[in-house]
Antibody, heavy 121, light 110 residues
Framework: QLQLQESGSGLVRPSQTLSLTCAVSGGSIRSSDYSWGWIRQPPGKGLEWIGNLYHSENTYYNPSLRSRVTISGDRSKNQFSLKLSSVTAADTAVYFC?????????????WGQGTLVTVSS | QSVLTQPPSVSAAPGQKVTISCSGNTSNIGNDDVSWYQQLPGTAPKLLIYDNNKRPSGIPDRFSGSKSGTSATLVITGLQTGDEADYHCGTWDTSLSAWVFGGGTKLTVL
């Protein structure tokens, strides 16, 4: 059974870089059948797509975040990571990692439990 | 402000039926398939409907989806207290080149 688990710093200072990792078990990020993505949810608000990783090396980002986002994969550890630079309070959110299926990898069929990241000095 | 528009809340009694709408435009819902996600309190979203009207394995047929033009609809019949959750719609937006979601709809089972 596929499992995804987010980890990383829960508190980030303004202007610093947010770093999170999603460990995948029960599946491989090398698989060409799936994409691996990050989605966030500010407190009390809706979901916002951040970006996806395809074939553990190709990426696609939300244009509104593209200048600050990097998603990368580590095949040896079967995990993928998110880096978001120059954070502000507006980046405070629960961050989820998820697997994408379907022709374009955009059906988010399995999610991690999420991790709260707070941006504060 | 979300790209897709959902009602903030809906409510109905146990055993009844509820409809949740998701409105977009020709760049998103009018151009691509819609997925729906159920988010129980304090948990991660869970795929409920994909490709407008398909249910993943394990999702009961009390949940159904449809799409017409630039709007999509989630229907839940035989409401149970365990259905109380936030429901999110999502699709690809060709103008924004981004996957977009609605603001979410909170379902209360009275």
């Amino acid at each position: 059974q596929l499992q995804l688990q987010e980890s990383g710093s829960g508190l980030v200072r303004p202007s610093q870089t947010l770093s999170l990792t999603c460990a995948v078990s029960g599946g491989s990020i090398r698989s060409s059948d799936y994409s691996w993505g990050w989605i966030r949810q500010p407190p009390g608000k809706g979901l916002e797509w951040i970006g996806n990783l395809y074939h553990s090396e190709n990426t696609y980002y939300n244009p509104s975040l593209r200048s600050r986002v990097t998603i990368s994969g580590d095949r040896s550890k079967n995990q993928f990571s998110l880096k978001l630079s120059s954070v502000t309070a507006a980046d405070t959110a629960v961050y989820f990692c998820a697997r994408g299926s379907g022709d374009f990898g955009d059906i988010l069929d399995s999610w991690g439990q999420g991790t709260l990241v707070t941006v504060s000095s | 402000q979300s790209v897709l528009t959902q009602p903030p809340s809906v409510s109905a009694a146990p055993g009844q039926k509820v409809t949740i709408s998701c409105s977009g435009n020709t760049s998103n819902i009018g151009n691509d398939d819609v997925s729906w996600y159920q988010q129980l309190p304090g948990t991660a979203p869970k795929l409920l409907i994909y490709d407008n009207n398909k249910r993943p394995s394990g999702i009961p047929d009390r949940f159904s989806g449809s799409k017409s033009g630039t709007s999509a609809t989630l229907v839940i019949t035989g409401l149970q207290t365990g259905d109380e959750a936030d429901y999110h719609c999502g699709t690809w937006d060709t103008s924004l080149s981004a996957w977009v979601f609605g603001g979410g709809t909170k379902l209360t089972v009275l």
